[in-house]
């Protein structure tokens, strides 16, 4: 393969790029539309600015993956390598790629670039000293091994003509993103019933695909069924070499593999928490299991509530501002800007005196009460005449 071939990707690269952002921008308009009209509503799209982005980058990935998956499948099914995996390797010297499967392959480079290319972008800072962005997926530096060994894997195999086992990977790899995507989305929008079942079937794709089939089919074909024919172009006879080369391949796909493993564990977790709790979190971007964010998430449920409390028989006004997830406190501002923490149990009791004392039936405001610190002066002064009425009567 010249190095020529590598300026057809560039191109492709810009498009995907300009592809993600139309995409992404289709894909949060959509979510918003649906957590407005149909599973939430105004209030929790501005709380939840991340997953409606995410959203929009899961609906792009599946954009993607789905039409790759079906055109890989469409000349992979009728290739003799497919079923038979010493095929793979048989006369690599004069193996010439098909048309389909070489503008498959350059697809595949110019998203996998642009992919790495964006989970550096919108993972880390530029400016020093380098920090994660919020933006950042819990799983960054495994996505980070996984890209660039990716990356490497079908530039070299590419050049070195790996086309045939190439194509097999990659499709492995797509066919079992499809489920993963959809899933995503569902659970961006926190729909638990079409999550848990998306949740089933990337677990089925995963373990057949991805543990197996790329495990036990085509890192075996490697280990056992190569020849040194396959590598002559590369070694010009050098056997010392050729070990080399393969044990480089190897290298990479066993990284692949084990961050497969990786992954595998991650759905085993996540699958315990669905099954025991019936709760769906994506390990994969928030590594904690969502636990603060959820938390967090649930907390800031009350920001904005209007809160009451009785002091001395008498009832002061505040707001929930702010919430901390880590020691789950609410901090409660009231008209003076005096502050207090409060947990969650008195968060509810305060909504409760609040509903009583400053609204109807109705959920009408009824007329509004003077500000605390009047009422700890009128409190003040009832309190001075009633000492001042004892005193006289003394």
Known sequence: ??????????????????????????????????????????????????????????????????????YARSFLLTSPFYLSTPSLWSSHLTYTSSPSMIIYYNI??????????????????????????????GDFREMFIHH????????????YNFTRVGCYILYVHDITDVPIDVTKMFNFLKLKGPTAVGFCGIVGFWIYWRMYVFGFIIIRSVIFETSHEMFYSITSGSTPYYYTCKTVFLTFLITLYSLHCYWLMCFYKMGKLLIFKYETHDLSEHKNGEAYELKTAEGGRFLGREVARFFDGVPYKGV?????????????????NDKEDWDEKEVLEGIKVYKEVYEDENGNRNEVLTPRRERKQSVRAIAQSERGRRLKGE
């Open 1 to 70: 393969m010249s190095p020529s071939s590598f300026l057809t990707p560039l191109p492709l690269i810009l498009l995907f790029s300009l592809l993600r952002q139309i995409l992404t921008c289709i894909g949060k308009t959509l979510s918003t539309y649906i957590s407005i009209n149909y599973t939430y509503d105004r209030e929790w799209v501005e709380r939840n600015h991340e997953k409606i982005e995410k959203f929009g980058e899961s609906l792009y990935k599946f954009s993607i993956h789905l039409p790759l998956t079906l």
């Open 108 to 137: 595949q480079i110019a998203y996998s670039f642009e992919a790495f290319i964006h989970l550096l972008r919108y993972s880390i800072s530029p400016s020093y000293p380098l920090k994660f962005l919020p933006t950042a997926r």
């Open 148 to 159: 660039l060994t990716t990356n490497l894997l079908t530039t070299l195999s590419l050049y």
């Open 320 to 336: 929930v501002r702010s919430y901390d997830g880590e020691v789950d406190w609410y901090g409660i501002v009231y008209t003076d």
